[in-house]
């Protein structure tokens, strides 16, 4: 196998607050407020949803352009719920500026169900963890 990503996290002096480096970018990871930390960065679930988002995103325009379809401004919210009882869900929302046709909207959500973030997400995945 070969890797597509990779990100490594250094701990910083403030509980819960870590410096991420993915390739050449660099940014900040916390908490929230509520949970002990100084809510300076993403937590670790909203890295998780804004990567669904992201691929969403990226996929949906891969798509228009390879079928040259011109789909206008978009934004893809993404909300990830949990409850005691430990089910856990994902919620997707694509909202178009400019009103599409239902049949581009079905089409458009097979493409969604096929995004490799979405796929990796919708398998069971192996971790594998090593103590260096």
């Given at each position: ?19 991420v ?9 916390d908490?929230?407020?509520?949970a ?46 949990s ?8 919620e ?20 969604c ?20």
């Amino acid at each position: 196998m070969s890797v597509i990503a990779s990100a490594k996290v250094q701990t910083l002096t403030a509980p819960w607050k870590g410096e991420v480096t993915s390739g050449t970018h660099q940014f900040i990871t916390d908490k929230p407020e509520a949970a002990g930390g100084h809510d300076t960065g993403p937590a670790p679930y909203d890295f998780l949803t804004a990567s669904l988002a992201s691929c969403t995103m990226i996929t949906l325009r891969m798509y228009a352009k390879h079928k040259e379809i011109e789909l206008g401004d978009f934004q893809v919210e993404v909300d990830f719920h949990s409850n005691r009882e430990q089910q856990e869900k994902i919620e997707r929302r694509v909202i178009f500026t400019q009103p599409i046709s239902q049949d581009l909207k079905e089409k458009l959500l097979n493409v969604c169900s096929k995004t490799p973030v979405t796929k990796t997400l919708l398998r069971s995945l192996d971790i594998e963890t090593v103590i260096l």
